[in-house]
T-cell receptor, first 112, second 113 residues
Framework: EAQVTQNPRYLITVTGKKLTVTCSQNMNHEYMSWYRQDPGLGLRQIYYSMNVEVTDKGDVPEGYKVSRKEKRNFPLILESPSPNQTSLYFC???????????FGSGTRLTVV | DAKTTQPPSMDCAEGRAANLPCNHSTISGNEYVYWYRQIHSQGPQYIIHGLKNNETNEMASLIITEDRKSSTLILPHATLRDTAVYYCIALNAGGTSYGKLTFGQGTILTVHP
C-alpha cells in the first residue's frame, strides 16, 4: 500500500531533550515536506526537500533540522525542543512538489 | 505564489452539491490551483488541481473562470464524510518555490443530514 509512515504517533518529552520524528515513504517520490499545525495558525511548512541531499526552509524552520540522505526517508530533528514546539506534525511526499501530496497520519508532540 | 481567499465556513445538505469558492485574483499564468481537504486531525488529502481548463475526477470537479481570478470546487453529492476543512492553494509548478505548498485558513464545510 502506498503510504507515508511517521513515527511516533504521540510523543511527550521534556525541554531540551533531543528527539527525532521519522518519516518514510514507499512511493519513490522526489519531494518530501514537513508541516506543523497549530490552532488558529493552520498548517505551516517547516522544511521541504526536492531530492536526495536537497533541502530548503519553509515558513517556520527555526528550531528544526532535517536531512535527506535517502530518497525514502526525511527525518525531522529537534535538537533542543521547547514548549512552543508542542504541535501536530505532518510529513508529506509528492512526485512533483504540488500535485498529489500524500500526508502521513501525524505526530502529536508535547514538550513540557 | 498568489494569495487565495476563501469563506471561513459553509453548510451543505447531505446529497446536495457543495460549491466551494476561492478567489485568487493575483494568480499568474503559470500557477496552478490545487484543492486539498483535511478531515478532523488527519493529514490533508489531495482532491484536484487545474491550470485553466475545468477538471473532473472521481472526487470532485474544479471550475476555473476564464480570467483565472477565481475557481469553484464542486462536490456533486455531498455526504457526511465530506465534512472537513477545504484548502485552495495557488502554486507555481515550475518556479523556485516548487514544493513549498502553503496552506491558508481554508473553508470549514459542514454537511448536515
Amino acid at each position: 500500500e502506498a503510504q507515508v509512515t511517521q513515527n511516533p504517533r504521540y510523543l511527550i518529552t521534556v525541554t531540551g531533550k533531543k528527539l527525532t520524528v521519522t518519516c518514510s515513504q514507499n512511493m519513490n517520490h522526489e519531494y518530501m515536506s514537513w508541516y506543523r499545525q497549530d490552532p488558529g495558525l493552520g498548517l505551516r511548512q517547516i522544511y521541504y526537500s526536492m531530492n536526495v541531499e536537497v533541502t530548503d526552509k519553509g515558513d517556520v524552520p527555526e528550531g528544526y533540522k532535517v536531512s535527506r540522505k535517502e530518497k525514502r526517508n526525511f527525518p525531522l530533528i529537534l535538537e533542543s525542543p521547547s514548549p512552543n514546539q508542542t504541535s501536530l506534525y505532518f510529513c508529506a511526499s509528492s512526485p512533483t512538489g504540488g500535485y498529489g501530496y500524500t500526508f502521513g497520519s501525524g505526530t502529536r508532540l508535547t514538550v513540557v | 505564489d498568489a494569495k487565495t481567499t476563501q469563506p471561513p465556513s459553509m453548510d451543505c445538505a447531505e446529497g446536495r452539491a457543495a460549491n466551494l469558492p476561492c478567489n485568487h485574483s493575483t494568480i499568474s499564468g503559470n500557477e496552478y490551483v490545487y484543492w486539498y481537504r483535511q478531515i478532523h486531525s488527519q493529514g490533508p488529502q489531495y482532491i484536484i488541481h487545474g491550470l485553466k481548463n475545468n477538471e473532473t475526477n472521481e472526487m470532485a470537479s474544479l471550475i476555473i473562470t476564464e480570467d483565472r481570478k477565481s475557481s469553484t470546487l464542486i462536490l456533486p453529492h455531498a455526504t457526511l464524510r465530506d465534512t472537513a476543512v477545504y484548502y485552495c492553494i495557488a502554486l507555481n509548478a515550475g518556479g523556485t518555490s516548487y514544493g513549498k505548498l502553503t496552506f491558508g485558513q481554508g473553508t470549514i464545510l459542514t454537511v448536515h443530514p
